[in-house]
C-alpha cells in the first residue's frame, strides 16, 4: 500500500510533544495525559521550525487529532507562528491508533493481560488488533482517506503510531519498516508528493 499527496500540495506533519505516558514508556492511545515541560518545549520547536520554513502567519491550514495533547501542542506552535492559538480543525482520522485495553499499561503490564495475544499483535501488527482496539491496517485507512482528502498545503499534529505508519505509506514500506520508524518529537516532515523530509531544529 502506498501514498501520496495531492501535486502542488506540501503537508507538514508532526507528533505532539513529549507526554506523562511517554515518559512513563506507556501505550496511549485514546486516554490523554498533559504534555510535560520538554513537551512543551518540543511544541515550540515545531513553531519554530515552521517559522523558519514558511515565515510569520502563513496562510495554511492547520489540522490537529481532535486529542487534547495534540491540540495543546498545536496552540503552542501555532502563537511561535503569531498566529491566534485556537485557529485550527481537528480531524478524528489522525486520532492515534486505538490502543485498546492497552491503553496508559506498560510492555510488561500489557503482556501479562494476555502473552499470547501480546505475541500475536507483535508478529503482524498489520493485521493482528489490539485487544479492544485497531490493528496497523485500519489506521492506515483512516489516516490515508484524510491525506487523499487534502486540497491546500496543511500543517497537521497527530501522534507516534499514526506519524509512523503515514510516512511509512509514502515511503512505500512494509509494517515492520514502518514498525521500525522512530517516534521523534520536536522534528516536523515535510510531504511532497511521496517525498518525506525531516525539518530539524
Known amino acids: 500500500m502506498s501514498l501520496e499527496v495531492r501535486p ?3 503537508l507538514y506533519l508532526a507528533r505532539h510533544g513529549q507526554t506523562q505516558a511517554n515518559l512513563e514508556k506507556r501505550f496511549s492511545g485514546k486516554k490523554d495525559t498533559p504534555l510535560t515541560q520538554l513537551g512543551r518545549t518540543q511544541a515550540r520547536q515545531l513553531g519554530e ?24 501542542t498545536m496552540r503552542i506552535l501555532r502563537r511561535e507562528l503569531d498566529l491566534p492559538p485556537d485557529g ?12 485498546g485495553l492497552w491503553d ?5 503490564q500489557a503482556r ?3 502473552p499470547a495475544a501480546f505475541e500475536r499483535r507483535g508478529a503482524d501488527k498489520w493485521n493482528v488488533h489490539v485487544p479492544g482496539g485497531e490493528n496497523y491496517k485500519e489506521a492506515a485507512a483512516r489516516a490515508s482517506a484524510w491525506v487523499r482528502d487534502l486540497d491546500r498545503d496543511t500543517v497537521a499534529i497527530t501522534h507516534g503510531a499514526i506519524l509512523r505508519i503515514l510516512r511509512g505509506l509514502f515511503l512505500g514500506l ?9 517516534e ?15 525539518l530539524e531544529p
Do not use: C, K, Y
Open 174 to 182: 512494509d509494517w515492520q519498516g514502518m514498525n521500525n520508524l522512530d
Open 8 to 10: 502542488h500540495v506540501t
Open 184 to 198: 521523534t518529537q520536536g522534528v516536523v516532515f515535510r510531504i511532497r508528493g511521496r517525498e518525506v523530509v525531516r
Open 49 to 72: 521550525i515552521l517559522l523558519r520554513e514558511l515565515g510569520p502567519r502563513p496562510p495554511l491550514a492547520f489540522v490537529s487529532s481532535p486529542f487534547e495533547r495534540a491540540q495543546t
Open 104 to 108: 496508559q499499561l506498560t510492555d510488561d
Open 88 to 99: 485550527f480543525a481537528t480531524d478524528a482520522r489522525i486520532e492515534e491508533i486505538d490502543l
Open 112 to 114: 501479562s493481560l494476555d
